[in-house]
């Protein structure tokens, strides 16, 4: 198997025990955190970016409330699934609870490498996401784009659209030439181009 699951850590005393130093759960390859809004696509996008169903999908979004850790063994790396943010019928004490456990797992692991920031492609990022952006800019990580199920774009025209709606908006986070990658967990465009990019 090209992927197996490694550990979930639900709560504020999960992750203080789960890290020492580049380690976690007595590993320590580099991590890759998936962040990204409830409905975004993260689980199918590492299902099918490692080859295996090693992450649950719901069909309920905002399902995920804890930290799952899956090793990529192509990539010999962690791949750190986050719980989603922004699903409507969570409460602002959710919201805020996201907020700290979020910021828990960012302080603690000495051993991430990378963030993957997943934007819905048919929308491009919501005020949400950007929220999410800052955070993480704040937090001085860095972060590759992705644009998940752009199989739902209709044509190329559509996609040059929003390519660019996309580029403006980050940029005016202050985000210039920052590496994007389009794809779909359902058609596989753009998998190999982004396996490739994170080692696998």
Known sequence: MSAEFLIT????????????GLY?????????????RSNVGKS???????GARVARISKQPGKTRSLHLYY?????????DLPGYGFAKVAKTEQARWSEFIGLYLKADKGLELALMLLDA????TALDEEAIR????????????????DALKN?????????????????????????????????????DLARALGG
């Open 156 to 192: 190329q025209s559509e996609r040059v659209k929003r390519g660019r709606e996309v580029e403006a908006r980050l940029a005016e986070l202050g985000l210039k030439d920052v590496s994007q990658f389009w794809v779909s967990a359902q058609s596989k465009e753009g998998l190999k």
């Open 72 to 80: 990529w063994k192509e990539a010999s790396k962690i791949i750190v």
């Open 122 to 125: 048919r929308h491009g990022p």
């Open 44 to 50: 199918s996008l590492i299902n099918a970016l490692v």
């Open 9 to 20: 850590l639900g709560s504020k005393t999960d992750i203080e025990g789960a890290f020492t």
């Open 24 to 36: 976690v759960g007595g590993r320590n390859e580099p991590r890759i955190a998936m962040i990204g």
């Open 135 to 150: 955070f993480l800019s704040f937090k001085g990580i860095p972060v590759i784009f992705i644009l998940t199920k752009v």
